[in-house]
Nanobody, 124 residues
Framework: VQLQASGGGLVQAGGSLRLSCARS????????MAWFRQAPGKEREFVAL????????AYAESVKGRFIISKDDAENTMYLQMNTLKSEDTAVYYC??????????????????WGQGTQVTVSS
């Protein structure tokens, strides 16, 4: 499974960005997928997940109400719409995937496949 993350950049606080995670070698409708982020000097943390059927989603408390995760199975792409960005959202954002399961999983070691990361910088 090859994942390619894109869409990061520099944005002012209060602005928006949309990240994309595309699978180039197959379909995503058999995968549970998620976004994680890692700020300098900090551990990688869960941001949001979307399960394989696209119905179940979950968010970290710090982004709930501001970020929206979605996917387009026809395009084999997952998205993260990030609104009302704050300086504390600055991090490298990673998309991740694992074979579909029966529970929501928020821990990085549970995800087998990872994209390369895209930098998001929010200036205050």
């Amino acid at each position: 499974v090859q994942l390619q993350a894109s869409g990061g950049g520099l944005v002012q606080a209060g602005g928006s960005l949309r990240l994309s995670c595309a699978r180039s070698d197959g379909t995503i409708d058999i995968l549970d997928m998620a976004w994680f982020r890692q700020a300098p000097g900090k551990e990688r943390e869960f941001v949001a997940l979307i399960r394989w059927a696209g119905i179940t989603t979950a968010y970290a408390e710090s982004v709930k109400g501001r970020f929206i995760i979605s996917k387009d199975d026809a395009e084999n792409t997952m998205y993260l719409q990030m609104n009302t960005l704050k300086s504390e959202d600055t991090a490298v954002y990673y998309c991740a995937a694992k074979p579909r399961g029966s529970t929501m999983v928020r821990t990085p070691p549970s995800y087998v496949y990872w994209g390369q990361g895209t930098q998001v910088t929010v200036s205050s």
